[in-house]
């Protein structure tokens, strides 16, 4: 697991729940930043029934039944396809049955030769006599736990960790002082760790012969990609004690152990990993030193934003643009070019480790980012969204830092909207329907970029991202002359233009808008930003001596404040989704049972561990540990996080896994 973008995250773990809960408004100002923990959602209906009765081919027992009635417990080599070997036994075949003898159940504990001897033992058995393996072993300079087995050869990978005393991990206090040093070296270490078993091809999973030929084999653990995240993967305590998390993908042949392949993973590869991973003097101990320092750095200088009056900042030779569409990593330079700050908007801090750096700061209030086509407008914002967050070395958006409440809003047409208070927005709608508790299943472009923003203001946002090429049109912007051909009473819709002011002014929430096509919003602008061939140019003067010589006259339909901003409250939970599975699929996909919950939207969740931290909140029993009914969705986020801060992620992670 990692914690997902707190910002980005609050009402995406809350509106899943909104459709299995019964949820009440509670009309509250806004006060406190609640980190968030996901925004909202989009839930279909079930797109398919799981067959019974005979499966596949209707022989009574399952695809599982055919090919065990076919195969028995031969361990043959097979040429057929490996197509077979994708079939989901665990939900169709059955499983032939083992008993291991009593003396032998469970191991338990002992030592690694006593993990090496029962793997040897059950070589050739049932798929489930793996499970007498579970249980703690000591390796001499660390100890190695089988957590939990998987159930059959195609289920998701076996748990493990490892833990390795302070005396033989041996690394330095200083390391391990703060949290956001243990957060980095927790980070770097995952990174090696990984990187080991790539490089020795220990994440490569065997898979061929078809049902009854070899498979698994491989070693997995959670890979970060460019930012630096609190993980599950690996932990640092304040003492040095390391502990890494980690899969195995238990081999097998057909539905047979293959013990001796196992024991060479388990009593081989992994010690090897261990020591050459989780122990100081085994790894760069100067890499590791500039990781932690570099994230620190970031980490301090974030902080230090509210104080200096800005929403963000632009560190002077940043590299922005990413390699391509499919990969994170920086482009190369050139063809990208480094950032620098206009002189007008030039800001220097001070870091603990690095010293001086300099950039580009935007001020809190209305910023807009403006440009032609291709100049780098969207790219600029894109590097902001994920300010939220700190970067590896290297990474080229080091230093470009954003209010950690800073919430990317875009439309979401089809998303659903649970119980909000959009009247700030939309008011007056058609046939006297109600806007302060609106719910639909499949909202509107503009009625669904109101609700985003509600939501995020009620979690605690301070600042909205906005690129006008993801947003509705009449939610932005309704120039003069459609005022005077459609009479306000006869339009529901309060376009932002007309509260993004007012936002800043009642509640101190910045906007950050990128804007190619409109430039109504120089008369509300606070600072104005040109994008010049990927080169910012401050163009504040120039955009209000336009507003001002070439003056709209549009009528305000904002009025003179933004309005209330309201919390919902938890009334009560759907009996029939207690016992419900919920799992993550991918980054963007979290599934309720059978019913998918879109998370595509929400750019600021950058890793597929981040999704599966909000299923296991969704999860029971952790749901109802936090969705207590007459908790507000900012106490419920507010409850989230101090467990987070006291005990980490295990806080909803039982099994203590580390994806």
Not at 488 to 503: D, G, N, Q, R, V
Request: charged content about 20%; aromatic content about 6%; overall charge neutral.
């Amino acid at each position: 697991l990692t914690v997902p973008c707190r910002a980005a995250a609050s009402t995406r773990v809350i509106n899943p729940c909104l459709l299995q809960c019964k949820f009440q408004s509670v009309h509250a100002g806004s006060s406190l930043f609640c980190r968030s923990l996901s925004t909202h959602s989009a839930m279909s209906g079930r797109g398919w029934a799981r067959g019974g009765g005979g499966g596949f081919g209707g022989r009574g027992g399952g695809r599982g039944a055919y090919f065990k009635e076919k195969y028995g417990r031969k361990r043959e080599e097979s040429s057929q396809s490996a197509a077979a070997a994708a079939a989901p036994f665990e939900e169709y075949g059955a499983e032939e049955s083992y008993e291991a003898p009593k003396k032998f159940r469970p191991v338990g504990s002992g030592t690694i030769d006593d993990l090496r001897r029962t793997l040897h033992r059950i070589d050739g058995s049932g798929y489930k006599a793996y499970r007498d393996i579970e249980g703690d072993y000591d390796c001499g300079d660390f100890t190695l736990s089988v957590d939990h087995v998987q159930s059959d050869p195609f289920a998701p990978p076996s748990h493990c960790h490892v833990v390795v005393p302070p005396a033989v991990a041996a690394f330095p206090a200083e390391l391990c002082a703060s949290q956001i040093r243990r957060v980095a070296v927790c980070d770097y270490v995952t990174r090696v760790f990984a990187a080991h078993a790539k490089q020795h091809k220990l994440d490569i999973r065997t898979e061929g012969g078809g049902w009854s030929g070899p498979k698994g084999g491989e070693l997995g653990i959670d890979a970060p990609g460019q930012h630096v995240l609190e993980r599950s993967s690996v932990l640092v305590s304040a003492s040095g004690q390391i502990e890494a998390r980690f899969t195995v993908a238990l081999p097998a042949q057909g539905r047979t152990v293959t013990g001796q392949w196992a024991a060479k993973i388990l009593t081989e590869s992994v010690p090897a990993a261990v020591r050459r991973c989780l122990v100081h003097t085994r790894i760069d101990p100067a890499a590791l030193k500039r990781h932690v320092q570099s994230v620190e750095d970031q980490e301090s200088l974030r902080a230090q934003l509210d104080q200096a009056g800005l929403v963000a900042f632009v560190r002077d030779g940043a590299v922005l643009p990413r390699s391509s569409g499919a990969s994170d990593a920086p482009m190369a330079s050139p063809p990208a070019v480094p950032f620098r700050s206009p002189p007008s908007l030039s800001r220097t801090f001070q870091l603990p480790n690095r010293g001086a750096v300099s950039g580009m700061g935007i001020p809190k209030g209305i910023t807009l980012v403006v440009g032609g086509g291709f100049h780098g407008k969207s790219t600029l914002l894109e590097a902001l969204e994920v300010g939220v967050y700190n970067h590896i070395p290297g990474d080229g958006r080091e230093f470009v830092v954003c209010d950690p409440r800073g919430v990317k809003i875009r439309a979401e047409d089809g998303r659903s909207v649970q119980c909000v208070d959009i009247t700030p927005f939309i008011n007056n709608l058609p046939l006297g329907r109600r806007t302060d508790e609106f719910s639909t299943p499949d909202a509107s472009g503009s009625t669904s970029q109101a609700a985003n923003i509600v939501e995020a203001l009620e979690a605690g946002a301070t600042a909205l991202l906005i690129d006008e090429d993801t947003s509705a049109t009449n939610f932005m912007i309704r120039d003069r002359r459609m005022q005077m051909l459609v009479n306000k009473s006869k339009e529901p819709i309060t376009p932002f233009i007309y509260k993004a002011a007012a936002l800043f002014a009642d509640h101190g929430v910045s906007s950050i808008i990128v804007l190619g096509g409109s430039g109504d919003y120089f008369d509300v602008a606070n600072t104005v930003v040109m994008m010049d061939s990927y080169e910012p140019r401050d163009v504040t003067a120039e955009a209000k001596a336009i507003a001002q010589q070439l003056r709209l006259d549009l009528a305000d339909e904002g009025g003179a404040n933004f309005g209330k901003i309201s919390q919902r409250s938890v009334a009560s939970l759907a009996p029939s989704t207690v016992d419900c599975k919920i799992k993550a699929k991918g980054r963007t996909q979290i599934l309720w049972g059978e019913d998918p919950i879109d998370l595509a939207a929400l750019v600021q969740l950058v890793e597929t561990s981040q999704t599966r931290c909000i299923a296991h909140l969704l999860a029971p029993p952790v749901r109802q540990k936090y969705f207590v009914p007459g908790r507000t969705v900012r106490q419920i986020l507010d409850a989230v996080e101090s467990d987070f801060a006291s005990v980490g992620l295990d806080a909803c992670n039982a099994l203590r896994v580390g994806n």
